[in-house]
C-alpha cells in the first residue's frame, strides 16, 4: 500500500518537473491527452467500477461541461476557472436528476437508459437553435473558444486535476463511502438489509462522477479551443473511458491510470502508424485482458505477488 | 406492548395470493417459529416484513408504529433485519469487513468504531479463525452464520431468520441453537423460518403455521404439532406423541 502512495507521488513530482526539461510541444499535447484520459477513466471507474453500474452516458456529462465552458466564457465573460467550476456543478445538477430515475435501473437497461441520456442531449444541443429559432448553442456549426495559453498552462491543469480526481478515488476506496458503493456492487440487496441507503449512495457517487467528467470536459474544450455535439458527446469517449477503465483494472484506484496511460500511449505510437489494424489489435487486446484477466493488468499485478 | 405487530397482511404476486391476511404479534425477548410447506408463503412473509417486498393490504408495525412504507435500510435502522436462506455476502471482502460494513450502516458508526464490535460480534458466533479469509472461500456453515453476523452487526433487535439451520450437521445444529437461545437472553426478538423441526421445539416458545398464504395455527409448539389440520397440510406424520 505504501509502495502504491510513494510510487504515485514520485510520478506526479517527475510529470510536475518534466516542463523544466524543456521538451517540445509534442510532449506536452500528449501527456496532456494522457491526464484527460486518466481523470475522465477513473472518473467513470468511480460509479461503474465500483458500484457495478455500467455507465454508457458518461460521455453526456463530458460534452455539457465543454458546453457549460465554452459559452460561459465567451458568452458571459467568465473566466476559465471558474468556468469549468461551474459546468462541474451544472453537470453534477444534471446527473442528480438523471441518476434518481436511471440508477433503479439494473444491468442492461442502466446502459440503456444512460445510453439514451447521452444521445438525447447530443441532439438537443444539435437541433435547439434550428428549433426554436434562436443562435445559442450554435447547432452543428460548434462554438470556438479564445486562444490564450500555451501547452504548459493544459499540462498543469490536467495533471492537477487528473491527479485530484485518482486522489480522490483513493481516499474514498479506503472509506465508509466506498465501502458502501462496494456492497452495493456485490449484494444490492445484502447492502439494503445492513441498514445503506442504496438509493442515497448511487445517485451521489454518479453526481459526484458527472462533476468530475464535467470539469475534465469545460478544460478540454479550452484546450482544443473549438468544439462541436458530433465531436465532445461523441459516443466514442465513453467506450474509451470503459475500455481503458477495464483494462487497467475497473473497481481499483489505479487500474484506469495505468489503463489511461497505456491505451493512450499505445494509440499514439502503434494507432498513428497503422490506422486500421490498431483497432483491430485494440479489440483483441481487450478480448484477451476480459476473457483471461477480468480484473485487468492491475490483477496480474497482484496475482504476481501471490504466486510469490 | 408487542414488538412487532402484523395486521391482516396480504401480498399478491398476478393471480398467486402469497399471503392472506396473516396477522400475528411477537413479544420483547420472544423466540417465534414460522412453519409450513414449501411455497407457503414464509419467505414472502419476512420478505414483506423488512420491506423488500411492499403489502398489498394490511399493515406492519413496529413498537407501535406502522412501517409498511419504508425501505429496507430504513426498516434495518428501526430494528428489524433478516438473514437470507441463499446467502449473498459482499464477495470480494474479508468476513470481517462484511461485519463491518453493517456495523458502520445499521448503527451509524464510522470505519475505526466498527472493527473492535466486529471482533466481538465475530467472537460470539465462533467465526473469528476466518476473519481475514475472502466471503467467497468460506464453509456454507460458515457463511450462514457470516449472514447472522451482519444481522446482529446492524444492531437490530428483531432478527429474522430464513432457513438458517438447514444443511447443518448435529454438532453445528446444537450450536445454532444455542446461539439463538443466547440472542433470548440478550433481549432479542427472534423469528425463524425452519424445516428442521428438532430445531423448531428446541428453541421455539410458540410457533405459527402458514399453507398456501394462510395462518393456519397458531399456539405452543406441543400443541401445534398435534393440530390435525397442521399434520394434514405440512407434517404428514405425528412428530411429537399425543
Known sequence: MRIKLLLGLAVFIALLLFPLAGAEGYYYRTLSTIFLWVGLASAWNLTSGFTGYIDFGAVGYFGVGNYATALLMTRAGIPFFPSIMIGGILSGLLALFIGRYT????????????????????QIILEFDRTFNVRFFEGSQGITLPIA?????????????????????????????????????????????????????????????AVLIGVLGGINAYWLTYISPLDVFNVIHTINMIIMALFGGSGTVFGPVIGAFVLTIANEVIGSRLL?????????????????????????ISLKRLKR | ?????????????????????????????????VIGPNGAGKTTLFNVIVGIYRPDGGDVSYRGKSIRNLLPHEICRRGITKTSQIVHPFLTMSVKENVMVALMFGRNLTLKESEPRAEEIMEFLNIRDVKDMPSTSISLQKRRRLELARALGTGADVILMDENLAGLNPKELEEGMGIIRELKKQGKVVIIVEHIMQAIMGVCERLIVLSYGEKIAEGIPMDVCRDERVIRAYLGERVCSP
Open chain 1, 149 to 209: 495559453h500555451d501547452e504548459t498552462f493544459f499540462y498543469y491543469t490536467f495533471l492537477i486535476v487528473a491527479s485530484l480526481v485518482v486522489v480522490l478515488v483513493f481516499t474514498l476506496d479506503r472509506n465508509k463511502f466506498g465501502y458502501a458503493l462496494k456492497a452495493i456492487k456485490e449484494a444490492e440487496d445484502s447492502a439494503e438489509l445492513a441498514g445503506i441507503d442504496t438509493r442515497r449512495y448511487k445517485v451521489s457517487v454518479y453526481a459526484l462522477t
Open chain 2, 1 to 33: 406492548m408487542s414488538v412487532l405487530a402484523l395486521r391482516d397482511l396480504t401480498k399478491t404476486f398476478g393471480a398467486l395470493k402469497a399471503l392472506r391476511h396473516v396477522s400475528f404479534e411477537v413479544g420483547e425477548g420472544e423466540v417465534l417459529g
Open chain 1, 276 to 300: 486500421y489494424t490498431w483497432l483491430l489489435m485494440l479489440g483483441m487486446i481487450l478480448l484477451v485482458v476480459v476473457v483471461f484477466l477480468p480484473r485487468g493488468m492491475i490483477g496480474l
Open chain 1, 103 to 122: 440508477m433503479k435501473l439494473r444491468g442492461a437497461y442502466f446502459g440503456i437508459a444512460t445510453l439514451a441520456f447521452a444521445e438525447a442531449a447530443k
